[in-house]
């Protein structure tokens, strides 16, 4: 029942931030908070020509989104939420912690930074597309946010990574302005019950356990692959940053290394597939986790950025992030195998699931955050699968009760 009626309330909320026209459209255009100083159309046409600077106008796909009502919508959610609040009876107390609570969230992270969005899709040669997205943030860029909390350039490598890498990513996330704001919010509260938060993290920091200390310590580049081509040769690494030593001191009360060395072995492990052999590695300010020894002593002979879909990829050498996704043939011939004893599935998966390249670069400016990514796709042809495979998943598990009930009658 409880779990009921927060859904309920939930549902509410975002029909009352987000209504529907009769057409059953989404509407954008919302009446100006009273507590936000409107937009003159200079400011406005000055945001959205820098932000289409940053993204291709001449492509298949172009889309301008200025954010300004719809931010001016969401500094309404406390009232929102209190409005719907009271239609379930909730004590006036309960109201007041609705409202502020609202209220804190919204300021930490600080979604009204967000000013306007931009994104494109342009063919750059025979199943290769350029995909590019810009957030608009102006000065904004600088405060503390939870858009911002990867806003750090650094030198990508992502290039050097195997040549059968399937997934893999890296971000440098900074999360300690962050926190230090949601502490000021909470310690400026009037409700005992957030203010409780500070005392309960002040007694975390006396048992040991310093919070900003740990987001500090971790504060750097966090990464990982997965390579293969089926599940006998997959391979991974996981590398999380340890700059003052906490992890690495932590980690070797129960992991102690080889004497004379810097890593201690897991392995191998029995009965998994494929047969792992973990090594985690200290030291150099990380720790890194590898699926084998073999993997963290060899240099790959071929390399992600030698394949030829790849070399087609204009990223930038820094960014705050990236993301990497390659499914190639050989790898979805190897799952469709695995749907052998179901021929007419193995069928339909031969028809429609195809190879997929992605590879995407995060960068910060001093304006906002553009996101560069090639891929085999387009966006309106990824928009386009999105809306005829998810009926067709929906349906999947009504086909399958059908034929078991068929059976049985049967």
């Known amino acids: 029942m409880m779990k009921t009626r927060c859904f309920v309330f939930m549902l509410l909320v975002g029909l009352a931030l987000f209504p529907i026209d009769k057409a059953g459209a989404m509407q954008t255009s919302y009446s100006a908070s009273p507590n936000t100083a409107p937009v003159s159309a200079a400011t406005k046409s000055r945001i959205r020509k820098i932000t289409m600077s940053h993204v291709d106008n001449d492509g298949e796909y172009l889309k301008y989104q200025d954010l300004t009502a719809l931010m001016a919508k969401i500094d309404k959610l406390p009232d929102f939420a209190c409005s719907i609040a009271i239609a379930f009876d909730v004590s006036d107390d309960g109201l007041a912690m609705i409202r502020e609570g609202s209220r804190i969230l919204m300021r930490v992270l600080n979604l009204r930074a967000l000013k306007a969005t931009a994104s494109s899709s342009k063919m750059i040669d ?16 600088k405060k503390p946010s939870i858009l911002t909390v990867c806003n750090e350039n650094i030198p990508l490598n992502w290039r050097n990574l195997p040549a059968d890498t399937v997934l893999a990513f890296c971000f440098q996330a900074n999360l300690i302005p962050v926190y230090r704001n949601a502490m000021a919010e909470f310690s400026a509260s009037s409700i005992p019950e957030f203010q409780n938060v500070v ?30 081509t089926s599940h006998t040769d997959m391979s991974f690494m996981l590398e999380i940053p340890d700059t003052n030593g906490l ?30 052999d973990p090594i985690l590695v200290y030291g150099n300010g990380k720790v890194t986790l590898y699926s084998s020894n073999e993997v963290r002593t060899t240099v790959p002979r071929k390399t992600l950025g030698s394949l030829a879909f790849f070399r087609k990829a204009a990223l930038p050498a820094r960014g705050n992030c990236y993301f990497i996704l390659k499914v190639d043939q050989q790898l979805i011939d190897y799952g469709i195998s695995l749907a052998h004893q179901n021929p007419k599935l193995e069928t339909l998966l031969k028809k429609y699931i195809h190879p997929i390249y992605f590879a995407g670069v995060s960068t910060t400016d001093d304006n906002g955050i553009q996101t560069i990514a090639y891929s085999n796709f387009s966006i309106p042809d990824f928009v386009t699968s999105a809306i005829l495979i998810t009926p067709c998943a929906a349906l999947i598990p009504v086909i399958g009760n059908a034929t078991r009930e068929g059976r049985c009658g049967y």
């Not at 310093?210 to 990982?224: F, Y």
């Not at 009360?253 to 392995?267: H, K, L, W």
């Open 199 to 228: 005392k309960i993290v002040d007694n975390l920091k006396n048992q040991g356990i310093d919070i900003e200390a740990i987001l500090e310590d971790t504060h750097g580049p966090v990464s990982g692959y997965l390579a293969g």
């Open 126 to 141: 025979e199943n290769c597309y350029c995909q590019k997205e810009y957030s608009y943030m102006g000065s904004d860029i």
């Open 247 to 276: 992890i690495s001191r932590k980690l070797q009360e129960s992991f102690p290394p080889i004497p004379g060395t810097n890593y201690v072995g897991f392995g191998p492990i029995d009965g998994s597939l494929p047969t792992l």
